[in-house]
Structures are given as structure tokens and as C-alpha cells.
């Protein structure tokens, strides 16, 4: 995996304030993260979901290559 796409993995995975279910207030669970490349920029997707009143959260991160 190259060095960006680990970074961009850090930053979703360490984020605590995006841990918090907005609907109950209960903490989330993430079920997939995934990150890659295309030919413009880099796309980090996360899927999480709150056990408790069952949000379910696809979050999307698009950085551009500089």
C-alpha cells in the first residue's frame, strides 16, 4: 500500500469524533474500511453502523493528488 493511502487509513481509523451515533449517541462500529488509488486522486471509504438503534454511516474521503 503506498505511504498516502496509509495516512489517509490513520486518519479514519484515529478520529474519535467521528465514533459517535448522531441519531442515539452511542458509540459506532466500523465494519469495512477500504482505501485506493485512481489515476486523480485517493478514496478512502469507511462503513459503520450503531449496534443500538441501527444508523448505518458510509463515509467517503476523496484526496487529491498533489
Do not use: V
Not at 481509523?13 to 469495512?32: S, T
Request: proline share 5%; net charge positive.
Amino acid at each position: 500500500m503506498e505511504p498516502r493511502l496509509r495516512l489517509i487509513n490513520g486518519m479514519m481509523h484515529d478520529n474519535p469524533l467521528l465514533m459517535i451515533c448522531p441519531g442515539c449517541g452511542d458509540r459506532l462500529k466500523i465494519e469495512n474500511e477500504t482505501a485506493r488509488s485512481n489515476a486523480n486522486y485517493y478514496i478512502a471509504e469507511r462503513n459503520i453502523k450503531c449496534n443500538k438503534c441501527g444508523l448505518k454511516i458510509r463515509q467517503y474521503i476523496y484526496i487529491l493528488r498533489g
